[in-house]
């Protein structure tokens, strides 16, 4: 084996990928995983520009704790780390646990921030997990279905949401942060909000509530997202003074976090076949007087659609025009920046896993600015005592 095939493969092997992933991650076409699978074996070489986006691909996670920090978190349903990351960025909050059941988020989380997730917290015990002050998690919505008359924590059981009203109960930190989709306020007619709510205040804490858009918080997406903060009554004296941040509702363009279409990869033009279904289910749900079907964005748009976790589908929600030939899917950089990550958040895994990730995550920017405000409660908090 040539010392370039033995680099590529020992490097490859170091970050833990499959040849797809690796040729996905350098920017390979349609099929990259043949490519380096003959680099591999000698069958071919790579350009000076590949090889050197192999070997620069980053070994270090970028999102590693500070070495001092003023508060700790843990991180549950952590997916990719998009809560974490937004107080990481605060520069004053260190992490002690995280937990992530998929095992291509937990690949995507340990590359960023050096650590790799506990599996399935429901079986997680509360007394296993380090104390903290702050819980942040995006649990998953459930239906309540056997929600009784109280709408209280036991009603709560078989949720996942009871995984973290249980290690709150056991753990009591000092303030917590959840994120759900908007339609949590009215799921099941507005009981399983009403048993969350009820929960978290029999717990013996202040909460608040908000929607954000995160286009309100310079990012050209449409996506609203409810966010729930607590805090403890026993430890937090001066939760009264918590305010929800100002979005500065800055002026967005799609083109902000556009690559050229000149330099975007083939592979992400949708084909023919593709193009032709989207316009034709589109004709067909007009026809029916529905607003269903595909979305074309360019450069100028404001904001695109909410991105979902099914985007790797198809990516009829947003699709950006392109002149002369079939609109593209975004990269899936273009899908990180969407959700407001930084150029420096490595992206270890396939475009198909990757497109689920970031459609899965949050808005960084507006964790952030939610964050900002809970320390400064936390701050005032201790200077009281």
């Known amino acids: 084996m040539s010392p370039i095939a033995e680099q590529i493969k020992a490097k490859r092997q170091r970050l833990s990928m499959t040849q797809k992933e690796l040729a996905d991650t350098i920017g390979l076409g349609r099929y990259g995983d043949r490519t380096v699978r003959r680099w591999e074996c000698d069958e071919s070489t790579p350009s000076k520009l590949e090889l050197n986006a192999i070997l620069k691909f980053p070994e270090k996670a970028p999102f590693t704790n500070p070495e001092k920090y003023d508060y700790s978190m843990i991180d549950l349903f952590a997916g990719i780390g998009g809560t974490r990351l937004g107080f990481y960025q605060t520069k004053r909050v260190g992490n002690v646990f995280s937990s992530e059941w998929d095992k291509f988020s937990q690949k995507t989380y340990?590359?960023?921030?050096?650590?790799?997730?506990?599996?399935?917290?429901?079986?997680?015990?509360?007394?296993?997990?380090?104390?903290?002050?702050?819980?942040?998690?995006?649990?998953?919505?459930?239906?309540?279905?056997?929600?009784?008359?109280?709408?209280?924590?036991?009603?709560?059981?078989?949720?996942?949401?009871?995984?973290?009203?249980?290690?709150?109960?056991?753990k009591r930190p000092k303030a917590f942060l959840l994120e759900n989709v908007k339609n949590l306020k009215n799921h099941d007619h507005g009981r399983t909000f009403k048993a969350i709510m009820n929960t978290l205040i029999?717990?013996?804490?202040?909460?608040?509530?908000?929607?954000?858009?995160?286009?309100?918080?310079?990012?050209?997406?449409n996506r609203e997202r409810i966010y729930i903060v607590g805090f403890d009554k026993h430890q937090v004296s001066s939760h009264d003074t918590f305010r929800f941040p100002l979005a500065p509702k800055k002026e967005t363009h799609v083109g902000d976090i556009l690559e050229p279409n000149s330099s975007v990869d083939e592979k992400y033009t949708i084909s023919?076949?593709?193009?032709?279904?989207?316009?034709?289910?589109?004709?067909?749900?007009?026809?029916?007087?529905?607003?269903?079907?595909?979305?074309?964005?360019?450069?100028?748009?404001?904001?695109?659609?909410?991105?979902?976790?099914?985007?790797?589908?198809?990516?009829?929600?947003?699709?950006?025009?392109?002149?002369?030939?079939?609109?593209?899917?975004?990269?899936?950089?273009?899908?990180?920046?969407?959700?407001?990550?930084?150029e420096n958040y490595i992206i270890p895994v396939s475009d198909t896993q990757a497109y689920k990730e970031f459609g899965n995550s949050v808005c960084v920017p507006v964790i952030h600015a939610i964050a900002e405000q809970v320390l400064d409660v936390l701050d005032h908090s201790i200077g009281a005592h």
């Open 110 to 170: 340990q590359a960023n921030f050096g650590e790799m997730p506990e599996g399935d917290i429901t079986k997680i015990q509360a007394e296993d997990i380090p104390d903290h002050d702050i819980l942040v998690g995006g649990f998953p919505c459930q239906a309540f279905s056997q929600a009784g008359k109280k709408l209280g924590f036991e009603d709560t059981r078989g949720t996942l949401f009871f995984d973290v009203a249980r290690i709150i109960k056991g």
């Open 202 to 221: 029999d717990l013996d804490y202040n909460v608040y509530y908000t929607t954000f858009h995160a286009r309100d918080f310079g990012i050209p997406q």
């Open 272 to 342: 023919d076949k593709l193009w032709e279904g989207h316009k034709r289910r589109k004709a067909e749900n007009k026809a029916k007087g529905n607003g269903f079907g595909y979305s074309i964005f360019t450069a100028d748009s404001p904001y695109t659609n909410t991105i979902s976790a099914r985007y790797y589908k198809d990516g009829s929600e947003i699709l950006i025009k392109q002149e002369g030939r079939n609109p593209r899917k975004l990269t899936p950089r273009e899908a990180a920046r969407l959700q407001g990550f930084p």
